[in-house]
């Protein structure tokens, strides 16, 4: 299904490097959640698909993460479209409102993470080591 080819090109890499160092602060509160495999999943960001520059994105998964501010009201057209070329992509799009990762109690947080979870124990695309007990490359037992 995935019909684009990542941008290796210097200024594709130099402009991830922006943005990473661009970081709102809603992005680095999410990123201390799942970055180093927290989740049990590996997180990238900024990660160009297509000609959109991913907040998240878990490849295993095909899940997308965007945080969004105040601003993103402006631009549901714009997203709209965006998150439909990447379902043409094979990737869901989880939009979290910044303000949600700011509220006092953490419960929306929370509750973000373990979607963010469930999701991607559901779309895991990597395949699952054979069982211990099962033997490798071989046939049924006599």
Avoid at 66 to 91: P, T
Wanted: proline share 5%; net charge neutral.
């Amino acid at each position: 299904m995935r019909m684009w080819a990542r941008d290796h090109s210097e200024a594709s890499r130099e402009r991830s490097r922006e943005l990473r160092r661009e970081r709102s602060v809603s992005e680095k509160v999410l990123w201390e959640f799942l970055r180093k495999d927290r989740l049990g999943y590996r997180f990238r960001t900024q990660v160009r698909v297509g000609p959109y520059f991913l907040d998240f994105y878990c490849a295993s998964a095909a899940l997308c993460i965007e945080v969004d501010g105040e601003q993103h009201e402006s631009r549901s057209y714009r997203d709209a479209r965006r998150d439909a070329f990447l379902l043409q992509q094979g990737i869901r799009t989880i939009r979290i409102p910044s303000l949600d990762l700011f509220e006092k109690s953490g419960k929306a947080l929370s509750g973000w993470i373990d979607l963010i979870q469930r999701e991607c124990d559901i779309r895991n695309l990597s395949p699952q080591p054979p069982l211990q007990d099962e033997p490798l490359g071989e046939g049924e037992p006599d």
